[in-house]
């Protein structure tokens, strides 16, 4: 099983940026098909999708961070990050690394275990 491991949250200032990262142990994008993402989950809220990047680099991202977040990824470091500006209070939330598709022959569907990102003054 591949492990997910995430950085780089905090406390920001509306108006401010952020830049998560998530480490993954094993080499996700060497397979076709397999995606990596990211997913946040406020207080009271279901879990939703923020932005997701493919093996083959299309990237989808929620409507309410077009144009403010970007995601991207490092095949040599096995890591995907998520640059975050514009920041608003509404983008407080656990956010949520993911790796899905197949993984070692098996069906892979693998969440980090969250870091929380705070906008506030």
């Known amino acids: 099983q591949v492990q997910l491991v995430e950085s780089g949250g905090g406390l920001v200032q509306p108006g401010g940026s952020l830049r998560l990262s998530c480490a993954a142990s094993?080499?996700?994008?060497?397979?076709?098909?397999?995606?990596m993402g990211w997913y946040r989950q406020a207080p009271g809220k279901q879990r939703e999708l923020v932005a997701v990047?493919?093996?083959?680099?299309?990237?989808n991202y929620a409507d309410s961070v077009k144009g403010r977040f970007a995601i991207s990824r490092d095949n040599a470091k096995n890591t995907v990050n998520l640059q975050m500006n514009s920041l608003k209070p509404g983008d407080t939330a656990v956010y949520y690394c993911?790796?899905?598709?197949?993984?070692?022959?098996?069906?892979?569907?693998?969440w980090g275990k969250g870091t929380l990102v705070t906008v506030s003054s």
């Open positions: 993911n790796a899905r598709g197949i993984y070692m022959g098996m069906p892979m569907d693998n």
């Open positions: 094993g080499s996700i994008f060497n397979r076709n098909g397999n995606v």
């Open positions: 990047i493919s093996s083959g680099g299309s990237t």
